[in-house]
């Protein structure tokens, strides 16, 4: 499928979601939200894509945040549907069977940053400035990016940074756990491209499995996801992938994995 603000290529397993409208160092309007939800959802459904990467077109930004130009005209209605928008695309992300790296080549802040944080984790280029500058706008994150940030590094940073709207740069974010490393610009895509063919060269029940435990798991008692844990493992085999993981392992060959 063609899209107007959407880049997507795919090599070896690994598909690449580039955002591209750098002129407005790409910002997430209605458009783009819907391109996004589009996109992921057909890479969600073919098998031929086993890791995903997003990233934004041009030197300067990941996503600068949502189109505030098409936010300031809107109704409380409009604002609660744009908001329903961009959480749907954060949620398929976290539901999606496939892993999702954000790799963040400069600004991602307010909703940009909202949907690095809905990604599996995160690099990031020297370059990167994260941030939620909503407060300053007179609104507050609504992509899900006060659940997701206050999860990940805590309640207290979450706050600083939520109720400032400082921006931090990429040496602080990877202090504070926002991002997993950081890179030199040029390096940046090369190694999540090179992270994403790694998980795409392994069991891909396994990943996605896995990813539904951690994602699930976060909302459930310690008991709960415990639990939840030892049924999907259970379920893995009744799968393809673990016979031929564990007998590639038991006839020292390589396996070759099916994803069933
Ligand atoms: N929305 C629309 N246009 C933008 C945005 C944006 N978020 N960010 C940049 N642009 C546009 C600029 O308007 C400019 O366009 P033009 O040339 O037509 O004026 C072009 O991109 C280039 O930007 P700048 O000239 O400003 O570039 P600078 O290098 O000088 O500055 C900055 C870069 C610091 C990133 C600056 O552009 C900036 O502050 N941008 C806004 C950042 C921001 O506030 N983001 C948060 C937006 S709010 C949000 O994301 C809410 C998410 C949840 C919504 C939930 C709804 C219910």
Redesign the pocket.
Known sequence: MEFKNLLVATVDGVATLTINSP???N?LNSEVLGELECALYELNLDDSVKAVVITGAGE??FV??????E?SAMTAYE??Q??LK?QRVMLLIKKMTKPVIAAVNG?A????L?LALACDFIYASEKAKVGF??V??G?M???GGTQNLARLIGKNKANELIFTGKMIDAAKALAWGIVNEVFPPEELLPKALECAAAMARVGTLGVAYAKDAIVSGLDMTREDGFRYEASLFGVLFATGDQKEGMGAFVEKRKAEFKGR
Do not use: N, S, V, Y
């Open positions: 002129r407005t160092l910002a300067k930004a600068a945040g949502a189109d505030i130009k936010m604002g609660h744009f908001g961009g600004f802040l307010g909703g940009g909202e500058p909503e300053t706008l609104i994150p609504g992509f």
